[in-house]
């Protein structure tokens, strides 16, 4: 689908530049131009599709927020890049890690026990 838009794009853009005069032909350029970046976009999409499996989500969402970020205020960059580097780095160990300790505490059952048997015990009234 996208080879097609690609395709689609060239063709308008030549049709436009060959058939029209003055300030329609600014228009074939931009034609032209966004046909060659879909045409880039489909030649690359396996390498794109196969980055985006590989790549742990957190870090995909880690990343789009200091993309954010950066677009509120470009000096934000001397701080984001450094943290999602950092986390990029040290994530994979800090998430294995987390993993062997939740494996190591008792489960649930074990650590409640039961209520007592009798009344249930009245919640206090505030005072007014």
């Not at 396996?46 to 509120?72: H, N, S």
């Amino acid at each position: 689908m996208l080879g097609i838009l690609t395709l689609a794009l060239l063709v308008t853009g030549v049709g436009i530049l060959c058939t029209a005069e003055g300030v329609t032909e600014t228009y074939a350029g931009g034609f032209i131009k966004a046909g060659f970046v879909t045409g880039a976009l489909w030649l690359a999409l396996p390498q794109l599709t196969a980055f985006f499996k590989q790549t742990p989500r957190w870090l995909l969402i880690a990343g789009g927020i200091g993309i954010a970020l950066a677009t509120m205020n470009w000096q934000l960059l001397l701080l984001i890049v450094p943290a999602v580097a950092a986390l990029w780095f040290f994530g994979p160990r800090l998430l294995a890690s987390a993993k062997t300790k939740v494996k190591d505490l008792p489960a649930i059952s074990q650590v409640l026990t039961p209520p007592p048997q009798g009344r249930r015990a009245r919640r206090k009234r505030e005072p007014e």
